[in-house]
């Protein structure tokens, strides 16, 4: 499968965002879905995730009852909605995917497929 991020750009803090992975290929629905995201200088790190049949949906402490994750599998495409958004939300976020459905969400190790990234500033 491949992935095509888009959606970002420069948003001021307390803004909002909603960034799209599309993917192409076929049997999407059936693909463990997730976004990381590097910021200058960090690690990179789990942002949020949603599974291929229950679409039950994981995020990471620090964007959690801001960030949003879901999937139309209808449309090939998952979502991630950002609200309240803030200066260290900064960094390039990147969809992934994964067929097999086991390993750990939070891992990247989990992922096969990864798009190219899409870059969020965050700025007053």
């Known amino acids: 499968v491949q992935l095509q991020a888009s959606g970002g750009g420069l948003v001021q803090i307390g803004g909002s965002l909603r960034l799209s992975c599309a993917a192409s290929?076929?049997?999407?629905?059936?693909?463990?879905m997730a976004w990381f995201r590097q910021g200058p200088g960090r690690e990179r790190e789990f942002v949020a995730a949603i599974t291929s049949i229950r679409e039950s949906t994981f995020y990471a402490d620090s964007v959690k009852g801001r960030f949003t994750i879901s999937r139309d599998n209808a449309r090939n495409t998952v979502y991630l909605q950002m609200n309240s958004l803030k200066p260290e939300d900064t960094a390039v976020y990147y969809c992934v995917a994964d067929r097999t459905g086991g390993g750990t969400y939070v891992s990247p190790r989990k992922y096969d497929y990864w798009g190219q990234g899409t870059l969020v500033t965050v700025s007053s």
């Open positions: 290929g076929r049997s999407f629905s059936r693909y463990d």
